[in-house]
């Protein structure tokens, strides 16, 4: 007798305009984000003079782990054409600022500025509908109780299921109308990406958890890359040059077991 009375009836009028509405609500929602993630975020517009200054470096460590490639001539001229670059400046982005020790403005930096904005555009597309979505239904559904799950669970799953209800006699089975909507924020992404396929932005908790567990790269001052110029310089200067052709013809003898000797008579011969 008492396992009926703590029996709970749901009238089916809260399946079809509760439970329903909140996960196709939830959907529609995931869909525009994407949508306007995509149409918000900007293209990536390389700096000429920050890539040049990448490529500079990426060519001294080329020339000085190629050189044995190469005539001394050509290794020689290229050696003394980047080390005097280096020690100019010439590919800083920024040569005026590479003697100050003042640390670099990242609000002055329009690369910064637009990674910044890019970042803050995708917060706020995800936050926002979160934050509408999560009043919805915390002023109209507060206090619904929607759907039971088919299992048993242990009462830690309580504080989960059954936000919104303040009762300790509740199965812990039954869920309330907003843990429902926690339960579609984070369990509808195979709904999406069958949607919208692999790598969407309707869900945002993947994007939001990516960017808070990825560490911030420091910003590189122009001090840094120039005391790079300086060791690439330096190095450069000691790069010791051994021409892998040398002595090639006797080597190529010596492989098909001609002497040098037997190869110098046919010759005067």
Same mark, same amino acid.
């Given at each position: 007798? #008492?396992?009926?009375?703590?029996?709970?009836?749901?009238?089916?009028?809260?399946?079809? /305009?509760?439970?329903?509405?909140?996960?196709?609500?939830?959907?529609?929602?995931?869909?525009?984000?994407?949508?306007?993630?995509?149409?918000?975020?900007?293209?990536?517009?390389?700096?000429?003079?920050?890539?040049?200054?990448? &490529?500079?470096?990426?060519? $001294?460590?080329?020339?000085?782990?190629?050189?044995?490639? *190469?005539?001394? +001539?050509?290794?020689? =001229?290229?050696?003394?054409?980047?080390? #005097? &670059?280096?020690?100019?400046?010439?590919?800083?982005?920024?040569?005026?600022?590479? #003697?100050?020790?003042?640390?670099?403005?990242?609000?002055?930096?329009?690369?910064?500025?637009? &990674?910044?904005?890019?970042?803050?555009?995708?917060?706020?597309?995800?936050?926002?509908?979160? =934050?509408? *979505?999560?009043?919805? *239904?915390?002023?109209?559904?507060?206090?619904?109780?929607?759907?039971?799950?088919?299992?048993?669970? =242990?009462?830690?799953?309580?504080?989960?299921?059954?936000?919104?209800?303040?009762?300790?006699?509740?199965?812990?089975?039954?869920?309330?109308?907003?843990? /429902?909507?926690?339960?579609?924020?984070?369990?509808?992404?195979?709904?999406?990406?069958?949607?919208?396929?692999?790598?969407? +932005?309707?869900?945002?908790?993947?994007?939001? =958890? $990516?960017?808070?567990?990825?560490?911030? $790269?420091?910003?590189?001052?122009?001090?840094?890359? +120039?005391?790079?110029?300086?060791?690439?310089?330096?190095?450069?200067?000691?790069?010791?040059?051994?021409? #892998?052709?040398?002595?090639?013809?006797?080597?190529?003898?010596?492989?098909?077991?001609?002497? *040098?000797?037997?190869?110098?008579?046919?010759?005067?011969?």
């Amino acid at each position: 007798m #008492s396992r009926d009375m703590n029996q709970i009836f749901l009238d089916p009028a809260i399946r079809d /305009w509760v439970l329903i509405p909140i996960m196709v609500v939830m959907v529609l929602v995931g869909v525009l984000r994407h949508h306007a993630t995509q149409l918000l975020s900007s293209v990536p517009k390389g700096n000429v003079k920050a890539i040049r200054e990448t &490529a500079a470096l990426i060519r $001294a460590r080329s020339l000085r782990a190629a050189s044995l490639d *190469i005539p001394l +001539a050509a290794f020689s =001229t290229r050696r003394s054409f980047l080390a #005097s &670059a280096f020690e100019k400046g010439a590919y800083l982005k920024n040569p005026q600022t590479s #003697s100050s020790t003042t640390a670099a403005n990242p609000m002055g930096d329009p690369a910064g500025m637009e &990674a910044m904005m890019d970042m803050m555009k995708k917060n706020v597309a995800m936050i926002v509908p979160q =934050t509408l *979505i999560m009043s919805w *239904i915390t002023f109209f559904f507060s206090g619904f109780v929607l759907i039971k799950l088919p299992f048993p669970l =242990t009462l830690r799953f309580k504080a989960m299921l059954q936000r919104g209800i303040e009762t300790s006699e509740m199965d812990v089975a039954w869920v309330s109308s907003l843990s /429902w909507y926690f339960l579609n924020l984070f369990g509808l992404k195979s709904i999406y990406t069958l949607i919208l396929g692999e790598d969407n +932005a309707a869900g945002g908790m993947e994007q939001m =958890t $990516a960017m808070s567990a990825t560490p911030q $790269a420091p910003m590189q001052q122009p001090n840094e890359v +120039a005391n790079m110029f300086k060791n690439e310089k330096e190095l450069l200067e000691l790069a010791q040059f051994e021409w #892998s052709l040398k002595g090639v013809e006797e080597r190529l003898l010596e492989k098909y077991g001609v002497s *040098i000797g037997a190869s110098d008579a046919k010759k005067k011969e």
